[in-house]
């Protein structure tokens, strides 16, 4: 019993290897776009929103928002709303904006250092509270 049961599983194995995958045909756009954008540092930012709150993660290589790692630049969060009227400063890569009113909200992240110059890296993204 457990040889036909091999057996079965390294033919189906097998037969999804025959077939080459196809290559992905244009890279050309991809690298205008990073070599437009060489000069900013990289900067990822996943959100989500649950109610009248938006929790933000921030992923930003080298850059601490704790003075306990050392190596990396240290840096803070701001985040700005010009629908909102929201400024607010965040010293955690990840955190939670409350309290938005109800509507469409255009928020801008920026990553900044010491006496709040800007570190080079910024994102805006649109929310809906509803």
């Known amino acids: 019993m457990k040889k036909i049961i ?4 390294l033919v189906i194995l097998l037969s999804g290897c025959k077939e ?7 890279f050309s756009f991809t690298k205008k776009v990073e ?29 601490t928002f704790t003075s306990e790692k050392k ?20 010293h955690t890569a990840a955190f939670v904006v409350k309290g938005l009113p109800k509507g469409v909200h255009l928020l801008n992240i920026e990553i900044v250092g010491k006496n709040n110059k800007s570190l080079g890296m910024k994102k805006q ?6």
Do not use: D
């Open 6 to 9: 091999f057996t079965i599983g």
């Open 35 to 63: 070599a437009a954008n060489s000069e900013q540092k990289p900067l990822s930012i996943k959100h989500m929103v649950q109610g009248n709150q938006v929790y933000i993660e921030c992923i930003v290589p080298g850059v």
């Open 71 to 90: 190596g990396a630049e240290k840096g803070k969060i701001v985040v700005r709303s010009n629908t909102g009227n929201l400024y607010k400063e965040y």
């Open 20 to 26: 080459k995958m196809p290559e992905p045909e244009s």
């Open 125 to 130: 993204f649109y929310v809906t509270i509803q």
